[in-house]
């Protein structure tokens, strides 16, 4: 027995080594084409046909990199985590045939891609499949507290990102588009889908633990670069600015292979929920979700100081934002009186038998000896 255990712990050591190095390639592989697929687009290399052709290949590449990462990822779990992985490369596979789509009108065709065209099928047809994975994540399992004032940190922090992407992106869509249109409602469509995906993002992240956290930390931080290229290039495109080969695109492409990354660094460990791993929680966990809720607050304080026009939503969104955050420290505080005075010593008494102390009882007092006036009794 002693001896299939030593077997078992030496396979586990050289997997982990193996998905280690694994790691270290991808990682390093990553980087290098980011690298390149930057300098290639800042430089021009090729002229613009050089750089379109560039441009389209390699997002290509890169999608379906991730979409067979992933998969592959998913056969090494079971459970919440399989699903995970298998429905995030359902989402990739999607948003390839997106990639590809885009690359015939770009490349073959060599027309200019309609704002409403067969790619935004594929495209679109990738976030539904991103948000049921992510609520599929390992750490979305946390039950209690933790995951009451997790789900608060992330309503607040999406309803910051919401405020944020409207007075950028959406207010200004909302405002100049002709949502009477097909092709008007799927230009919002990408911001809104993508303001979804960031609040998964960030409710996924608030519940996760240390243990096999970081491939989901690369699959994360590729979604969050998707997402905010997406609704960058909504607007650019909106306003006639966007083209292949704008600088924009590198966080398409950084996104893909961050997701490769994580699927392949993933070693098949079972990520525990935080209501598992009772640890205390660290002052940058308590902070974290204030940093966007003060930065949405200041977009509102700039925007009045320029005598700038705040709308109705804003101001709604706004005012949402205070409410959660007052109902983020009242439940901070309840957990904290809970901790202070336990459940368990309200109900002890004289009827159970307990003396109401919680002292041990070599700690208790001594009981003070009879009177020295007392006749003794024979």
Same mark, same amino acid.
């Given at each position: 027995?002693?001896?299939?255990?030593?077997?078992?712990?030496?396979?586990?050591?050289?997997? &982990?080594?193996?998905?280690?190095?694994?790691?270290?390639?991808?990682?390093?592989? &990553? $980087?290098?084409?980011?690298?390149?697929?930057? $300098?290639?687009?800042?430089?021009?290399?090729?002229?613009?046909?050089?750089?379109?052709?560039?441009?389209?290949?390699?997002?290509?590449?890169?999608?379906?990199?991730?979409?067979?990462?992933?998969?592959?990822?998913?056969?090494?779990?079971?459970?919440?985590?399989?699903?995970?992985?298998?429905?995030?490369?359902?989402?990739?596979?999607?948003?390839?045939?997106?990639?590809?789509?885009?690359?015939?009108?770009?490349?073959? $065709?060599?027309?200019?891609?309609?704002?409403?065209?067969?790619?935004?099928?594929?495209?679109?047809?990738?976030?539904?499949?991103?948000?049921?994975?992510?609520?599929?994540?390992?750490?979305?399992?946390?039950?209690?507290?933790?995951?009451?004032?997790?789900?608060?940190?992330?309503?607040?922090?999406?309803?910051?990102?919401?405020?944020?992407?409207?007075?950028?992106?959406?207010? %200004?869509?909302?405002?100049?588009?002709?949502?009477? /249109?097909?092709?008007?409602?799927?230009?919002?469509?990408?911001?809104?889908?993508?303001?979804?995906?960031?609040?998964?993002?960030? $409710?996924?992240?608030?519940?996760?633990?240390?243990?096999?956290?970081? %491939?989901?930390?690369? &699959?994360?931080?590729?979604?969050?670069?998707?997402?905010?290229?997406?609704? =960058?290039?909504?607007?650019? /495109?909106?306003?006639?600015?966007?083209?292949?080969?704008?600088?924009?695109?590198?966080?398409?492409?950084?996104?893909?292979?961050?997701?490769?990354?994580?699927?392949?660094?993933?070693?098949?460990?079972?990520?525990?929920?935080?209501?598992?791993?009772?640890?205390?929680?660290?002052?940058?966990?308590?902070?974290?979700?204030?940093?966007?809720?003060?930065?949405?607050?200041?977009?509102?304080?700039?925007?009045?100081?320029?005598?700038?026009?705040?709308?109705?939503?804003?101001?709604? =969104?706004?005012?949402?934002?205070?409410?959660?955050?007052?109902?983020?420290?009242?439940?901070?505080?309840?957990?904290?009186?809970?901790?202070?005075?336990?459940?368990?010593?309200?109900?002890?008494?004289?009827?159970?038998?307990? =003396?109401?102390?919680?002292? %041990?009882?070599?700690?208790? !007092?001594? &009981?003070? %000896?009879?009177?020295?006036?007392?006749?003794?009794? !024979?």
């Amino acid at each position: 027995m002693l001896k299939q255990l030593a077997e078992f712990d030496d396979k586990c050591r050289v997997r &982990a080594v193996g998905r280690r190095r694994a790691e270290f390639v991808a990682t390093a592989s &990553a $980087l290098s084409i980011t690298f390149v697929f930057f $300098l290639w687009l800042v430089l021009h290399v090729g002229g613009n046909n050089g750089v379109r052709y560039f441009d389209d290949i390699v997002t290509v590449l890169a999608a379906v990199a991730a979409c067979a990462a992933c998969l592959l990822a998913g056969k090494r779990h079971s459970g919440s985590e399989r699903r995970f992985w298998v429905l995030l490369g359902s989402a990739l596979g999607a948003w390839a045939s997106g990639e590809v789509i885009w690359a015939v009108y770009n490349l073959v $065709l060599n027309t200019a891609v309609p704002v409403l065209s067969w790619a935004d099928v594929g495209y679109l047809a990738g976030y539904p499949l991103a948000a049921a994975a992510l609520l599929f994540h390992p750490g979305m399992r946390a039950v209690g507290s933790y995951k009451a004032r997790a789900t608060l940190d992330g309503l607040a922090i999406g309803a910051a990102l919401l405020l944020l992407s409207w007075t950028f992106v959406l207010g %200004p869509l909302w405002r100049h588009t002709d949502l009477t /249109t097909a092709g008007g409602i799927v230009t919002l469509a990408y911001p809104f889908g993508d303001t979804v995906i960031i609040f998964l993002i960030v $409710l996924s992240v608030r519940s996760m633990t240390a243990t096999g956290r970081r %491939p989901l930390l690369w &699959a994360l931080a590729g979604l969050f670069a998707m997402a905010v290229s997406d609704s =960058t290039s909504a607007y650019l /495109t909106e306003v006639g600015r966007y083209a292949t080969g704008n600088l924009i695109d590198v966080g398409w492409v950084a996104g893909y292979l961050a997701i490769a990354v994580g699927a392949s660094a993933d070693a098949g460990q079972t990520v525990r929920a935080p209501s598992e791993l009772p640890t205390e929680a660290s002052l940058a966990s308590l902070v974290t979700p204030y940093v966007p809720i003060l930065l949405a607050l200041s977009v509102i304080t700039f925007a009045l100081e320029l005598h700038h026009h705040v709308d109705r939503f804003s101001w709604l =969104t706004g005012f949402g934002l205070a409410l959660l955050v007052i109902a983020r420290q009242a439940l901070i505080l309840v957990d904290r009186r809970r901790e202070l005075f336990p459940a368990s010593d309200e109900r002890d008494g004289p009827a159970s038998g307990s =003396t109401g102390s919680r002292l %041990p009882p070599e700690n208790l !007092p001594e &009981a003070a %000896p009879w009177p020295q006036f007392l006749r003794r009794t !024979p």
